[in-house]
């Protein structure tokens, strides 16, 4: 099929052309945000520049413009995850606000004393604090699935602490860590047989491989759209419409009632009734751009171009002396967290930004994955379509400089 050219999408990313330290930037910090392509920011000054208004209200011009744009980057992220109906996308600040909302909504009504919620130990810190939050109040457990040593989740030990207490399976669609991408589908089918609901946790997926929820059978899918080329403060929940329809809502204000009496409110139908006070309207037309950018690529080719770089970067690294890579289980997204034997994460990262290229060091939001390994922290290089193999190379030459200077 048609090759992805990361050329091609460089073009487009204009901070990807400056320079830090004296040095072009090397934005290997995908997995913390991602950076913009012009069309998204062409966007949010077109909308600023000519058509914002609040929405859903007003009979004016501005206000139907506003409007029809911010539906209709619900139908674009309905369409982008599979999901059936624009209906079960409900806009959120981004994962972490969605993984709340289905805690204490879905969680609030649907646990009790004993219930399980299980939980795989490479989990983001927004995909366990949550629960561990609203199984407090509602007495109920979250179980950590352990790792093996490659970061897959041990799905023998996942088979056996499935249960009829399970109520819910939380796991990531791709680790930010470990770059894990666990059988969803498989854990899901399994998950089902027992009345468990899976909410799955797309932040690190969606920018890197296609997504269908309805494939999946996911109940729940949350992700950000600042990690998929779209800006900060706006991301989304999907739910299934039977799920969405029984959850109570969560915050109360403007936009999310039909009629309010100080007797009695009624709520505006699902997905707004989700979604009170104003939005992020402009974050919704810029994630709209950036889906819209990312597919015109093609989602499979930039799957295969990423995986291509990341065999190519652990072939690389593997020439760094005392440098080892976490994880290593097969179908990754392209993330390689290191350490380098008797080196501070933190300086790694201190040196290589001297050379403009950003790693993040640390524990990544996931201390769990971590301590699995006996680690606190760690230097991560994540990647993303438009990071090349020469940027690989100058990663590598200036670890090997660093190895050789301490
Ligand atoms: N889950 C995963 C797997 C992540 O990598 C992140 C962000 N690092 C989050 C959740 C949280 O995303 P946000 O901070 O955008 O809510």
């Given at each position: ?101 289905v805690a204490q909504t879905w969680g609030r009504a649907n646990l ?22 609203i199984?407090?109040?509602r ?268």
């Amino acid at each position: 099929g048609a090759g992805f050219d990361p050329e091609q999408a460089r073009r487009d990313v204009p901070i990807l052309h400056r320079t830090v330290n004296g040095h072009p930037l090397v934005w290997f910090d995908n997995g913390a945000t991602t950076q913009k392509p012009r069309q998204v920011i062409e966007a949010l000054a077109s909308y600023y520049g000519s058509a914002n208004s609040n929405i859903h209200r007003g009979a004016h011009t501005l206000a139907r413009e506003a409007t029809e744009a911010y539906e209709e980057g619900r139908a674009t992220v309905a369409r982008f995850l599979g999901a059936a109906s624009p209906d079960s996308v409900v806009f959120t600040r981004g994962t972490t606000e969605a993984v709340n909302l289905v805690a204490q909504t879905w969680g609030r009504a649907n646990l009790g004393p004993g219930d399980e919620i299980l939980v795989p130990v490479l989990e983001h810190h927004s995909n366990i604090v949550p629960w561990q939050m609203i199984a407090k109040e509602r007495r109920a457990r979250v179980v950590p699935v352990p790792l093996r040593a490659d970061g897959s989740i041990d799905q023998d030990a996942f088979a056996d602490l499935l249960s009829f207490r399970t109520r819910l399976v939380a796991v990531s669609h791709a680790s930010n860590v470990l770059g894990t991408v666990p059988p969803v589908r498989r854990m899901t089918a399994l998950a089902h047989r027992y009345g468990a609901k899976v909410l799955v946790d797309g932040a690190q997926a969606v920018a890197h491989f296609p997504v269908d929820v309805t494939e999946s059978d996911a109940d729940f899918y949350v992700f950000s759209g600042h990690k998929l080329y779209a800006p900060t403060g706006i991301g989304a929940l999907y739910a299934k419409p039977d799920l969405l329809a029984g959850m109570a809502p969560w915050q109360g204000g403007g936009n999310m009632i039909d009629t309010v009496d100080f007797g009695r409110v009624t709520f505006a139908p699902v997905p707004h009734c989700f979604e009170a006070g104003t939005g992020h309207i402009s974050g919704v037309v810029g994630l709209k751009a950036a889906i819209d950018w990312l597919t015109s690529f093609g989602r499979e080719a930039v799957a295969a171009y990423e995986t291509g770089l990341l065999e190519y970067a652990q072939q690389a690294l593997a020439a760094v002396p005392g440098l080892a890579v976490l994880g290593s289980a097969p179908g990754r997204i392209a993330v390689l967290t290191f350490t380098l034997a008797g080196v501070d994460p933190a300086d790694i990262a201190r040196r290589l930004d001297q050379e403009g290229i950003a790693v993040r060091a640390g524990h990544h939001c996931a201390q769990p994955a971590l301590r699995a390994y006996g680690l606190e922290a760690a230097a991560r290089a994540s990647l993303a379509l438009y990071n090349t193999a020469e940027e690989v190379d100058r990663l590598v030459a200036a670890l090997l400089r660093l190895r050789r200077d301490i």
